[in-house]
């Protein structure tokens, strides 16, 4: 079973930097492109940052580029994205998803930046 | 900021059938990138209702159907039932954008 589960969301200041990882089991990882998306309380969906599945190639909204880095380590099967300069307006839950062919999202994790 | 367009509610009694439209453009879905629908329940995460233009996950009634033509895509619902009252996202890719895009989203209503 393809399974994606998110961790590392939490209570975070304006400004501050978090964490956000990515388990992934079932498939094989590496050949498969990852993204993070997200979604603001009563919002819609956002497509926050994509990675290759090699991780040589990343692409970000413009709304947090600069500011989240996405990565994957293939060896853990694990999809980070690393947030700093984190805003209000970041607040939502983040999904880990993989994006090529057969979409799979994860359950997400609630991330909520205080002002 | 959403590329796709959807209606923003749908409505039907049950047993209907209702469509929900998704418009985009000619570096999206007119570009023949492949389009997804999900399906959204209140407090939960989207879950995945038609994959490739047409396709059906296992699991998922063959109520539900999705074509695309054009620069848009389509989602129908037959059969209409009270737990299809959800909210629905079509999703595609981008390549000005370089990225993954989604549609405004639609709440669908059953009367």
């Known amino acids: 079973e393809v399974r994606l589960v998110e961790s590392g969301g939490g209570l975070v200041q304006s400004g501050g930097s978090l964490r956000l990882s990515c388990a992934a089991s079932?498939?094989?990882?590496?050949?498969?492109?990852m993204s993070w998306v997200r979604q603001a309380p009563g919002k819609g969906l956002e497509w926050v940052s994509g990675i290759s599945g090699s991780g040589g190639s990343t692409n970000y909204a413009d709304s947090v580029r600069g500011r989240f880095t996405i990565s994957r380590d293939n060896s853990r099967n694990t999809l980070y994205l690393q947030m700093n300069s984190l805003r209000a307006e970041d607040t939502a839950a983040y999904y880990c998803?993989?994006?090529?062919?057969?979409?799979?999202w994860g359950q997400g994790t609630l991330v909520t930046v205080s002002s | 900021q959403s590329v796709l367009t959807q209606p923003p509610s749908v409505s039907g009694a049950p047993g209907q059938r209702v469509t929900i439209s998704c418009t985009g453009s000619s570096s999206n879905i007119g570009a023949g990138y492949d389009v997804h629908w999900y399906q959204q329940l209140p407090g939960t995460a989207p879950k995945l209702l038609i994959y490739?233009?047409?396709n059906r996950p296992s699991g998922v009634p063959d109520r539900f159907s999705g074509s695309k033509s054009g620069t848009s895509a389509s989602l129908a619902i037959t059969g209409l039932q009270a737990e299809d009252e959800a909210d629905y996202y079509c999703q595609s890719y981008d390549s000005s954008l370089s990225g993954y895009v989604f549609g405004t989203g639609t709440r669908v209503a059953v009367l």
């Open positions: 079932g498939f094989t990882f590496s050949s498969y492109a």
């Open positions: 490739g233009n047409s």
């Open positions: 998803a993989k994006t090529q062919l057969i979409p799979v």
